[in-house]
């Protein structure tokens, strides 16, 4: 913990901050020139109204390492809920306190409030308002120090002081400067007679010993960077200065009660220990022994040794390395899982003793990339996907979905992976549920200027998008096509698409026709009538993509329920061809549907036009579709601004399938459902709960798996989704169904006996295929239910798309003059519990009317 903040400038000189690194985090602010820190020291970058926004840079300097960023109110909307919280502080004056709301609070882990007076009451409160946070107060007075006394009040309070360089030295204490490591002792408190502190050192995370330190140790330290303890015995203690064995101090912590102190250092010589060694508390086990050993073993090792040829042949060395990995990778039970670590762990510390790389090395790499905000997408290099791809079992859950298309051998066996239920640990039946992570961060970040772009430029902004993006240079100064819409040219669809288009468009119609709800009115008690009815949203957008495949199926599924509805402005904005034009099934969907306008666009870029409008493009109340993630990501950025007064329709993810499988199945139906799913994307999700199924069925659905994929056009898509698929192996119907509803699939498919009885026990599915002869694909085109459907598990929360999402629900109430005779005392009697006078009068006003 900090006993103090210093906030260092441009011209704070090398030897300050040296000494200011050792005792905590410090605050610079964003300059053109970054100071040069010690690697160790953990920063907070200070961007003031001074600074322009900059949401890349901001998560640029979190990514190179900043602890936190501390930002000014102002900036807030922009950034909390899109930075962790816990990497962000509020900058406040003692003016804009007031102004800070619930979401801001607790999107912030802390503030730094800016006062001409510290006023302990005044920060006492704010400290109460921010509970839970970090408080770090800043005196606007730079002339003059703050008293010992006032950073020892503050910092028992809880409040953090941040001190100016300016006020700090390395001399005496003076009316215009502090000494640092005086206004780092003042806090502290002892609790000994004597008056020293209790101080545990340590390095590299292991303990070395337990001393004592006295506030003239602790100044020495501070100022020398060496370790200088107090000797209850002689006094003064330099560690090393008759032994060699010194020290450097990396860092000065505090405890929560400020009565102890951690010393973290660097130990030269022999060891911390009298006895020679390492620690006080015996020899070390371990990381630290091995690395210990090798270091030995690097200056004198004899050659023709093992070890020695580990160091000199460096081929050998990697080949070890490679080897063990594999190893690794094929160990399955929890002890040969650790054996083969260990045997990898051995070799990589060796390559890292030759470099000269050490185990604290090693873990500040770790801690940098724990610091970054914008994640890497974690794909394997092509080289090592291949024998992954044919593996047909696996120890780990899922991994996540890479976002560059890998390079697989297409010989190899296109299979799932296979789990047994019954000897998961909840842990890993945990991990068999989850999804691949959207890191929303780090995308709405990037679609941020996409969406700024288009709602500040218009018409112009969107076209140059649509011409990056969509590949279209074509659309003639507007993006958007009014109905009523040009006839499609002889040929340009299919007789039979026609067709199917319109048998799919009557059934789909009939069966949200049904779901349109007649007026509700109830008498709750005598002369007092309740209502509800629907209403139609008025402006609605349907995003219909166009990227892998034409989805003129997404078109009818958003856009009969929005003309079942009675929606007066339905907009389907979907990416255009290279032409400008629209593809002829969309095209006829639209005129189906009754749809006022088209516009021609895809990704972030539609999406922030339909939020917002342009100079031709409709703003819309609602937006409806699926889509990748910039999709998803502008999706979420424009239903949290409240200047767009725009929502969606559910959150998204991509596309999958859960089917649940007894003996009765057909192998041959149940992997030309898995397939069906699987094609849609590399990302597709894709699951199998085998019921008590044996070896040979689950041996003969995979054999179809492979076969079929083989034979289908999209064969390279699923070469890389069914890899990443599983097969789930249980006991009993309630265990799979017990999954099934954990996993919350966006399709259900049931291949089991009495299958029409099981659909009671269904808790949590975007929508269920009963039977062998209900595929997925029906309900995806024209059986009548909607396919725009929960992913992600959000089953367990959001229905798929109906009638009632496109409409909202209005209640009235009409209360007769008997009526109000039996509500009224009622009302008045619970507006005066709650001391809402006028409530009460409203009611009293009118009982006294008529009874005059």
């Not at 905590?24 to 970054?34: K, M, Y």
């Not at 946070?133 to 809880?158: D, F, K, Q």
């Not at 149940?670 to 070896?695: C, F, I, K, R, W």
């Not at 179809?704 to 249980?730: F, G, H, N, Y």
Request: proline fraction near 6%; hydrophobic fraction near 40%; charge should be negative.
């Amino acid at each position: 913990m900090s006993v103090f903040i210093p906030l260092l400038d441009a011209q704070t000189d090398e030897a300050l901050i040296q000494s200011v690194s050792r005792i905590g985090p410090v605050i610079v602010p964003a300059l053109s020139t970054p100071l040069a820190l010690p690697e160790n020291v953990s920063r907070y970058i200070l961007l003031d109204h001074d600074t322009s926004f900059d949401l890349d840079d901001i998560v640029q300097k979190l990514d190179q390492g900043a602890e936190k960023v501390i930002i000014p109110l102002a900036w807030s909307k922009e950034i909390v809920g899109i930075l962790p919280p816990e990497r962000v502080m509020l900058l406040l004056d003692v003016g804009n306190v007031s102004a800070v709301s619930d979401k801001i609070r607790n999107g912030v882990s802390g503030v730094l409030i800016k006062t001409p007076s510290l006023d302990i009451d005044f920060i006492t409160s704010v400290s109460r308002f921010f509970s839970g946070a970090e408080i770090h107060v800043l005196s606007t007075v730079t002339s003059t120090p703050p008293s010992l006394s006032i950073i020892r009040e503050l910092r028992s309070s809880g409040t953090i002081l941040v001190l100016p360089a300016s006020l700090l030295t390395l001399s005496g204490t003076t009316s215009k400067q502090i000494n640092i490591a005086d206004a780092f002792i003042g806090p502290l408190v002892s609790d000994r007679p004597d008056g020293l502190f209790p101080t545990v050192v340590t390095e590299d995370s292991r303990s070395l010993g337990l001393v004592y330190s006295s506030a003239a140790s602790i100044k020495e330290t501070i100022l020398t960077g060496k370790g200088v303890y107090q000797s209850r015995k002689h006094g003064l203690w330099r560690k090393g200065e008759t032994s060699g064995a010194t020290q450097d101090v990396l860092s000065i912590r505090v405890d929560c009660d400020l009565d102890a102190l951690e010393f973290n250092v660097i130990q030269h010589g022999a060891g911390f220990c009298h006895l020679n060694r390492p620690s006080c508390y015996g020899g070390e086990r371990g990381l630290p022994a091995l690395q210990r050993t090798l270091q030995s073993r690097l200056s004198s090792a004899p050659e023709g040794s093992y070890t020695r040829r580990l160091f000199n042949d460096s081929q050998l060395l990697r080949a070890k390395i490679m080897e063990e990995a594999d190893e690794l990778c094929r160990a399955e039970t929890k002890e040969e899982v650790a054996f083969e670590a260990a045997d990898l762990i051995y070799f990589a510390l060796t390559k890292c003793t030759a470099a000269g790389v050490s185990i604290a090395d090693i873990e500040r790499s770790l801690d940098k990339k724990a610091k970054k905000v914008v994640r890497r997408a974690g794909n394997a290099k092509p080289q090592w996907t291949n024998a992954q791809a044919s593996s047909s079992k696996a120890t780990v859950a899922p991994a996540p979905v890479p976002a560059a298309k890998q390079i697989i051998d297409p010989d190899s066996p296109i299979r799932m992976r296979t789990y047994d239920l019954s000897q998961t640990s909840r842990s890993e039946r945990a991990l068999l549920l989850k999804r691949p992570v959207l890191n929303s961060a780090a995308m709405i970040a990037k679609v941020r200027p996409i969406v700024d772009a288009v709602r500040s430029g218009g018409d112009k902004a969107l076209l140059g998008f649509v011409s990056q993006f969509d590949g279209c240079t074509v659309l003639e100064g507007t993006p958007i096509l009014r109905a009523p819409f040009p006839e499609l040219p002889p040929g340009a669809l299919a007789d039979n698409v026609r067709a199917a288009i319109d048998v799919a468009y009557a059934n789909v119609r009939k069966f949200h026709a049904a779901q349109v709800e007649p007026a509700l009115k109830v008498e709750t008690m005598p002369g007092v009538v309740c209502s509800r009815f629907a209403r139609a949203i008025s402006r609605v957008g349907l995003y219909v993509p166009g990227g892998t495949a034409i989805l003129p199926s997404t078109a009818l599924m958003l856009g009969i329920p929005a003309q079942v509805a009675g929606c007066k402005e339905i907009v389907i904005a979907t990416p255009p061809r290279p032409d400008g034009s629209i593809s002829p099934e969309v095209m006829y969907v639209a005129k189906l549907v009754g749809a006022s306008a088209i516009l021609r666009a895809g990704g972030a870029q539609a999406v922030a036009a339909l939020a917002y409008g342009t100079e031709t493009v409709p703003k819309v109340d609602k937006i409806f579709g699926p889509g990748n993630q910039w999709v998803t990501a502008a999706k979420m950025f424009v239903q949290n601004d409240t200047d767009a007064l725009v929502s969606i329709d559910m959150p998204a993810g991509p596309s999958e399938v859960l089917v649940i499988a007894d003996e009765t199945c057909n192998p041959a139906f149940v992997a030309a459902d898995l397939l069906s799913q699987a094609e849609h994307g590399v990302d597709s999700q894709v699951v199998l709960v085998s019921v008590n199924l044996p070896d040979s069925t689950i041996s003969a659905i995979e054999a179809e798996v492979d076969s079929q994929a083989r034979a289908l056009p999209r064969v390279d898509i699923m070469r890389e989704s069914i890899p990443k698929s599983i097969i789930v192996k249980t006991t009993s119907l309630e265990q799979a169904i017990g999954f099934s509803n954990d996993y919350a699939p966006e399709h259900l498919i049931l291949h089991l006996r009495d299958a029409p009885s099981v659909v009671a026990q269904v808790e949590n599915a975007g929508s269920v295929f009963v039977g062998p002869y209900s595929p997925e694909s029906c309900g995806d085109y024209a059986s009548g239910t909607n396919h725009t459907l929960p992913t992600n598990g959000y089953a367990r929360q959001f229905s798929g798309v109906n009638t009632q999402s496109f409409q909202k629900h209005i209640t009235s109430q009409e209360v007769t003059a008997d009526g109000l005779k039996g509500l009224g005392p009622v009302v008045a009697t619970l507006a005066d519990c709650e001391g809402l006078g006028a409530h009460a009068n409203a009611i009293r006003i009118r009982l006294r009317a008529m009874n005059t």
